[in-house]
């Protein structure tokens, strides 16, 4: 399900085609671009990216680049608060305009994935990793869930672990921020209550949602506290923590998934390899059985093992 933050759909599916790359603008060796190059920079990127009309396209003065016949203008987009610079390319002779896409591979991607203190589900050693960014109100969230537990943990065994962390679509979502911080008061006590949190919420997802804001809320608490019960945790701390209602740690994960790429959920990254969207369980068959194969294994692929591939909890 996409964000949308104030932002049209078709604008974020404009980011989506290129990487985000906003840069301070330095004045030394800028020139101007004659209004007519302006206009039509403007209204080729407009018609080419499908831009929606309230949102604003500007142009930087341009400066050199390091492409012989060709200089660099940083193209902005912007809607009220919201705005995203890329840089492009334009021949001297202002002729042809050129998208300039840099991809830092200096390190490994989920390098940048902070993964401490997260509740994880499978075998800490396990030679693939499973990153997703969840919303625990989405409904393809849900889907994504199932498919993943418990069959495709129980096809995989040692060889997988997977590891959720926090994406909530707050504008659209009203109770998914809610729901992901009762989920961390939990899995700050216990990696196992974190699990059966999630999967009772991706489960249950329109019961909980009942009849309003608040009703909800409760739904979530009562669900929190269900499962620090269940597995005998700290009830005063759990208790503590779901009123207190501290977001600082969603916020965090939120703003790395915005540095990756993140804008919609689920959104997963197998040993860095970024997939958007719900999967089906062929689907995650092959992503898993080539990411285990780069990895080195070399045993038999889970999806040629006989158990049936569309096994759900």
Known sequence: ?????????????????IVPGCKAQNSTGQTSLPPQVVHRIQTEVRSRYNVPPQVKVSLSDVKPSDVPGYELVVVTFSEGSHSSSH??????????????????ISEDLMSKIDLQGRPVRGTAGAKVTIVNYDDFQCPYCGRMH??????????????????YKDYPLVEIHPW???AAIDANCLGDQNGPAYWDFADYVH???????GRSQQEAFANLDRAATDQATKHQLDLPKLQACVKKQDDAGVRTSMAEADKLGVDSTPTMFINGEKISGAMTPEQMHAILDRALAEAGYTGQPAASSGRPADEKR
């Open 203 to 209: 489960l249950h997802r329109d019961a909980i949602t």
């Open 176 to 178: 998914a921020m809610h």
């Open 1 to 17: 399900m996409a964000r949308i933050s104030g932002i049209s759909l078709a604008f974020i599916v404009f980011l989506a085609l």
């Open 87 to 104: 840089d492009f390319l334009i021949s001297k002779d202002r002729k042809t305009l050129a998208h300039l896409e840099k991809i830092d």
């Open 146 to 163: 199932e498919v993943l537990f418990p069959g495709l943990l129980q096809a995989y065994g040692d060889r997988v672990k997977f590891i």
